[in-house]
């Protein structure tokens, strides 16, 4: 909304077929870069939920057992972390993990060659508009909520799946303990 230019995308992986400009930038390796890291399992409830009508599962027969066995398998946080391997490590040649992360403050600037890396946890994004606003050099910076699952048609399913969602202790542990990139961030 500020008027200048940005792009975004989720992926890198065949960019050049799919916008010149972020081709160019990838292939000078140059510019300002901002990323999100977000609690892997209010993640991946909230991708189940906004994918979920792409798959035909959200009817009235649907079986939600074998929905949320497919959104969490075994490992789905180490796919989701891959990530930065898969996108940030390949096509900017940075390692996030050989980066400090300051967790209290909820986000850390890597400079690596021409490339700058604004790495933010989404649970301290309201904390952070200044933070953004300095690092894209924005003055009254603003952030504008948008896709907000609470106010989507599913809100209310959505909500009472969040409220009674259960995992068992040696998953958590698995995702929470045994996770690099969660100890890490």
Sequence with gaps: NYGGYALHCHVLDDVGELDDDLWKILNIKSGKIISLVR?????????????????QWYNLEADFAEIEQYWFSDQFEQKEFQWFDSQMKRYFKIDVLEYPFDQEKGYSIIKEGNIELLLMKLEKLDELEDVIGS????????????NIGIEKPYRFAYREFKENFVISKKRLEDIYIRNDYMKHF
């Design 39 to 55: 609690d892997p399992i209010a993640r991946q409830i909230a991708a189940m939920w906004q994918n979920i009508h792409q798959m």
């Design 135 to 146: 690092f894209l050099n924005i003055k009254q910076f603003r952030l504008c909520n948008d």
